[in-house]
Nanobody, 121 residues
Framework: QVQLVESGGGLVQAGGSLRLSCAAS????????MAWLRQAPGKEREFVAA????????VYADSVKGRFTISRDRYKNTVYLQMNSLKPEDTAVYYC??????????????WGQGTQVTVSS
């Protein structure tokens, strides 16, 4: 049984920072690449960032490049999303997911429950 549990969301002012964590348990056989996606009210879910199992390769959405950093600790089986210079348009529910590749077009088999990030102007 695979479980992904996000934490670290909250309310922050524009320009501030937050770090999200996603703790994974269970084997994800073939879906070892981890990603963060987000969904704002009234909008479709969108890709934010992804990282390979080894941590050697990352991909970012253009909207977060240079501000967000995805990383993982394989020993703790945890993936992080460091978010800096936050903007009100970053407000969304952020989801951790396990996918078959490091790509916005990945197939995601396992999902966390989501954590709310709210950025005030």
């Amino acid at each position: 049984q695979v479980q992904l549990v996000e934490s670290g969301g909250g309310l922050v002012q524009a320009g501030g920072s937050l770090r999200l964590s996603c703790a994974a348990s269970g084997r994800t056989f073939g879906y070892d690449n981890m990603a963060w996606l987000r969904q704002a009210p009234g909008k479709e879910r969108e890709f934010v960032a992804a990282i390979t199992w080894s941590g050697s390769s990352t991909v970012y959405a253009d909207s977060v490049k240079g501000r967000f950093t995805i990383s993982r600790d394989r020993y703790k089986n945890t993936v992080y999303l460091q978010m800096n210079s936050l903007k009100p348009e970053d407000t969304a529910v952020y989801y951790c997911a396990a996918g078959d590749r490091v790509s916005p077009q990945a197939q995601y088999r396992y999902w966390g429950q989501g954590t709310q990030v709210t950025v005030s102007s």
